[in-house]
């Protein structure tokens, strides 16, 4: 999903809640719940169940679901609004390693395990950033373990054009 199509469908739900307040003569605040769950989901880990059932089977995506029975085994459970590895547990053959973290209450997002390659005992995520839909930047983080937090070691790189 491009940042355009997703501005164009949070632009859409805005005008959508709009209406419905104007015509139902519902209170501000009716307004501003549901602007706030919409910003929540599609700026939370809220958008991946939500892009997985828009495309699934992508080769970019992992499968994802708010539904805690989708999954029998290896998945990983994360917290809808979250960072940095916190509060994430990984659940693998039967067994689940849960990482610390101070979020939580606001739901779950449940994902496929996907299988992070170990290089000497480092475990590399790659983050990327795009603007205007031209490659901006990457940044390494690496850990010991599978899950990177706010201590993992980070290694930002530029683009430049």
């Known amino acids: 999903m491009t940042f355009t199509l997703l501005r164009r469908i949070l632009c859409l739900a805005i005008l959508l809640i709009s209406l419905e307040v104007w015509w139902n003569g519902r209170s501000p605040d009716v307004y501003e719940k549901n602007m706030r769950q919409i910003i929540e989901y599609s700026l939370s880990k809220g958008i991946l169940p939500i892009l997985w059932e828009l495309y699934p089977r992508h080769p970019n995506l992992l499968e994802a679901s708010f539904d805690p029975?989708?999954?029998?085994?290896?998945?990983?459970?994360?917290?809808?609004?979250?960072?940095?590895?916190?509060?994430?547990?990984?659940?693998?053959?039967?067994?689940?390693?849960?990482?610390?973290?101070?979020?939580?209450?606001?739901?779950?997002?449940?994902?496929?395990?996907?299988?992070?390659?170990?290089?000497?005992?480092?475990?590399?995520?790659?983050?990327?950033?795009?603007?205007?839909?031209?490659?901006?930047?990457?940044?390494?983080?690496?850990?010991?373990?599978?899950?990177?937090?706010?201590?993992?070691?980070?290694?930002?790189?530029?683009?430049?054009?």
């Not at 606001?106 to 839909?133: D, H």
Request: charged share 20%; with cysteine; aromatic share 12%.
């Open 69 to 161: 029975g989708h999954f029998r085994d290896n998945y990983v459970a994360k917290p809808l609004l979250s960072r940095e590895g916190g509060n994430v547990s990984i659940h693998r053959d039967g067994t689940s390693q849960e990482y610390e973290g101070s979020y939580g209450g606001k739901g779950t997002v449940f994902q496929e395990l996907a299988r992070i390659p170990c290089f000497s005992g480092n475990y590399p995520v790659i983050g990327s950033w795009m603007i205007y839909g031209e490659p901006a930047g990457i940044g390494i983080r690496e850990d010991a373990n599978e899950v990177t937090t706010n201590t993992s070691r980070f290694v930002p790189h530029l683009f430049n054009s």
